[in-house]
C-alpha cells in the first residue's frame, strides 16, 4: 500500500539501511521481491557498506542472494575492509550461498578482508572441506598451481606484516586450524604458505589428530617430511594416546601402500617405535591386527619390541595367529618372539590359532616348541578350542604329533575332544576322532557321554554315529536320566525318535516322581510328548512307564497315602499336565493307552479339575466325552463347578457345559458354600443366572446361615440381589446371628440394596424368622 502511494523505496535510516537491507537482513523473501520489483535499488549499501547481496550472503539467505543476481546485483561489491559477498559467505559457512555466487561469476581470485585472504584460504581457515571443495571444482586444473603460488605470494608479499602464529594456529569452532586441513588436502604450496608464518604446528584437531597425523593418514609424504623438518613433534600423543606412527598402523580406512608409505617416513625420522596408545596397543600390534606384514617387518627390523603386549596381555604374535597370518607368525617366531606367553586370561598364541582353526600357525607354534598342554584361566586348551569351533585340520595335527586323542580337553568339565565335539555337532570331526581311537563312553565330570551331550544340542547325525560306534545308549546319569530322557525334556523330537527307534529304554522316572513325558509337557515340547503319547499306545510299549495310567487317591475323605510310581512329587501325571495345557492331542493319546479318568493328584485334583483350571473347554469335553466323573472333590472340598465358579476369568462356557452334563449345582465346599454363593459373593450376575437355570437350590445356607442373597447383599451387587428375589429367594431369612439380607445392607449402607428389598416386600418391622427382633430393633442393637 505504502508502494502505491509513491512512497521512497530507497529512503535510508540514520545508519543508511533502506527498506531492501532490511528486508534482506531478517530473510523476507517476499518483501525483497516486491521492493525490487517496485523499483528499489539493488547496490545502495549501509553506513558500513553492506549491500542487499553481501547482507543476504552472509546471513545465508540463499534464495534472497539466487533472486538478487538474477536481477543484476553487483557480485564484486566490497565492504570497506575489502570483502566481498563470496569472501563474507565462505567465512560464514554458507554453502549455498557461495555454490550460487560462483555460479554467477563471482571472482575466486579477490582477496580482501580477513588478513586480505581470498576465498579459498579463508575456505581452509574457516575449516570447511566442502566449501574447500567447491571452490576447488571451479578452479581449472591448469591454473591450480599458478593460484597456489599466487595465493602464497599474496599472504607473504602483499601485506606489510607477516602473520602472526596465533592468527594462523587460531582453532575454528569445531577445534580444526586451517593446517591440519591443508594437510588433509594434500595442498603442500598452501601447507609451506602456513608453515612459514607459525612455529606452532603440533594442534590437533576435536580428536586430537594432528597436522602430522592428518598428512600420514592420508599418504602425504611429502607434506610429513616437510612438517617433520619444520619441527613437527613426531611423538606427539593425540586422542586415545596415539601417535602418529600408532594410528597410521591400526586405522583401517587407511590402504596398505599408505600406510607403509607413512611408516617408512616416521622411521626415517626417529618416531619411537614401541610408545602405546591408552589401550597399551603399539605400532606393532596394530600391523598385525591389519595383517599388514610389510609394515610389520619394516617395524621389527627397525627395532620394534617384538614381545610388547598391549594392556590384557595381546603380544603381535597372539594376534597374528589368532587371524591365521602364518607368514607374520613364521617371521616373528624367526625373530624371537615368546611362543609360550600368555595374555591375561591364560591364553597362548597356541591357543588363538586352535581357535581360528589354522593349522598351518599350529604346526609353526608346535615347531617351536609350544606347550600344547597349557591351559587357560577357565581351564581350556588347545585341543579343546580346536573342537569346540569343529576345526578339525587343527585337531588332527594334534592328534599326528602325538596328543592323546582321550586327553582332557577341558578341565573345568572333564570333557574329552569327542565330548566337546558333540556339544557342538560337528559330525565330520567326530568321525575323525573315532579313526583315531576316541573312547565313545566316557562319562564328564558331571557323568555325561558324548551321546548324551550329542542329544542335548540336537545333533542327528553325531547321534547316529556313537550309536554305530558302540555307544551306551541307556548310560544314566546320576538321576537317572540317559540320552533319551535329556532329548525329551529339551524338545529334539528327531533325536527322541532315533533313539527309541535305536532300541533305547524309555522306562524313566527321577528321584520326584517325574518321567520323561512330564517333562516335555511341563516345558511346552508338545511334539515330544505327543510322540510318546502315542508310542505309549504301540504294541510292545504297554509297559513302558510313560506315565500314562494313575491310580492315587479315589475320595477327599480316604487318609493321605504315597502317590504311586508314576506319579511325580506333587502327585500329577501326564494326564493331568496335559488336561492343565490344553494339551488335547496329547490328553487323548493317553486316554487311549490307559491313562485313568479319574487320577488324582495329592491334592485330590482330577483330570478335569486341572483342566478347568487351565481354562482349557475343549480338554474338559474330552474328559467328559470319556467318561469323567463331574462331582469328585479334591482336598478342599472343590469340584470342577465349583472351581470354575470361584475364577471364571470369562470362562462361563466351561460352567454351562459342566451344568449342561449334570454337573451337581448345589455340591457343598466344606463350610457350606455351593457355587451359586460363590458367584454371588464375587457378583457374576451371567454365572448365577446359569446356575439358577439349572436348578440351584437358591436359599442353600453356609454353616453361618449366609445364603447366596445374604451374600449378594452384603456385597452391594444389585443385579444379582434382584435376580435371586425374582427367582424366589427368601428375603427375610436371617443367619445365625440374627441379620437378614436387609440388615446386611443397612449396616454396610447399600443404599440400593435397601430400596430393592424394600420394592420386594422386606418390612422393617416384621420380627426375624429366628430371632424375634425386628430390622428396625437388629440395626439399633448393631449400632
Known sequence: MLLDKNADINKQLPDGATALNIACEHGHFGSVVALVNFGADVEVADDEGYTPLITAAQLGFSDIVQFLVNRGANVHARLPSGSTALITAVWYKRLEAVRILLDNGADINVCGGFHKWPPLTVAYFSGYPDIVQLIYNH???????????????????????????????????????????????????????????????????????????????????????????????????????????????????????????????????????????????????????NGNFDVAALLVNSGASIDRADNIGVTPLMVAAAKGLSELVAFLLERGASVDVEDSDGWSGLMYAARRGSARVTELLLEKGANADKAAIDRSNALGLACTNGHASVVETRLRRGAAVDAVADAETGYTPLMMTAVTGHS????MLIKYGASVDLTSSDGCTALILATGNDSVDVVALLLENGANIDHQL????????????????????????????????????????????????????????????????????????????????????????????????????????????????????????????????????????GGHIDAVKLLLENGSPLDCVNRKGVNALIQVCAFLN???????????????????????????????????????????????????????????????????HVAVAELLLESGASIDRANTFGSNSLVLAVVKGHVDIVKLLRKHGADIGKPLMNGGTTPNQRCANLH
Not at 689 to 707: F, K, M, N, S
Open 139 to 289: 578452479v581449472s586444473p591448469v591454473q591450480e598451481e599458478d593460484d597456489d603460488r599466487v595465493e602464497s605470494k599474496r599472504l607473504l608479499v602483499e601485506q606489510d606484516t607477516v602473520l602472526p602464529s596465533e592468527i594462523i594456529d587460531q582453532k575454528r569452532r569445531n577445534g580444526d586450524t586451517a593446517l591440519r586441513i591443508a594437510c588433509e588436502q594434500g595442498k603442500l604450496k598452501l601447507v609451506e604458505t602456513l608453515l612459514q608464518s607459525t612455529e606452532v604446528i603440533n594442534l590437533p584437531n576435536e580428536n586430537g589428530i594432528t597436522p602430522l597425523t592428518t598428512a600420514a593418514l592420508r599418504g602425504h609424504t611429502d607434506i610429513m617430511k616437510l612438517l617433520l623438518e619444520k619441527g613437527a613433534d613426531i611423538n606427539r600423543k593425540g586422542g586415545n594416546g596415539n601417535t602418529a606412527l600408532v594410528l597410521v598402523c591400526h586405522e583401517i580406512t587407511v590402504s596398505a601402500d599408505n600406510v607403509l608409505r607413512a611408516v617408512k617416513v616416521l622411521v626415517e625420522y626417529g618416531a619411537e617405535l614401541d610408545l602405546d596408545n591408552a589401550d597399551g596397543d603399539t605400532a606393532l600390534l596394530g600391523a598385525a591386527r
Open 428 to 431: 565330520e570331526l567326530v568321525q
Open 650 to 716: 470369562g470362562h462361563i462356557d466351561i460352567a454351562k457345559l459342566l451344568l449342561e452334563n449334570g454337573a451337581d449345582a448345589d455340591i457343598q465346599m466344606p463350610k457350606g458354600d455351593t457355587a451359586l454363593a460363590v458367584v454371588c459373593q464375587a457378583g457374576d450376575v451371567e454365572a448365577a443366572q446359569i446356575l439358577v437355570q439349572h436348578g440351584a437350590t437358591l436359599d442353600l445356607a453356609r454353616e453361618e446361615g449366609y445364603t447366596p442373597l445374604m451374600w449378594a447383599c452384603n456385597n452391594d
Open 478 to 613: 546320576w538321576d537317572g536320566g540317559s540320552a533319551f530322557v535329556v532329548a525329551c525334556l529339551q524338545g529334539k523330537l528327531n533325536v527322541v525318535k532315533l533313539l527309541v527307534e535305536s532300541g533305547a529304554s524309555t522306562s524313566f522316572v527321577d528321584p520326584n516322581g517325574y518321567t520323561a513325558l512330564d517333562g516335555a509337557l511341563q516345558r511346552g515340547h508338545t511334539e515330544v510328548a505327543s510322540y510318546l503319547a502315542q508310542l505309549s499306545s504301540r504294541s510292545g510299549f504297554q509297559d513302558s512307564k510313560l506315565n500314562v495310567t494313575n491310580v492315587g487317591i479315589k475320595d477327599a475323605n480316604e487318609p493321605e497315602s504315597q502317590p504311586e510310581p508314576n506319579n511325580n512329587e506333587e502327585g500329577r501325571n501326564a494326564l493331568q499336565i496335559a488336561c492343565k495345557a490344553g494339551q488335547v492331542d496329547i490328553a487323548l493319546s493317553l486316554l487311549q493307552s490307559g491313562a485313568e479318568v479319574d487320577s488324582r493328584d495329592e491334592e485330590g485334583n482330577t483330570p478335569l479339575i486341572a483342566a478347568v483350571q
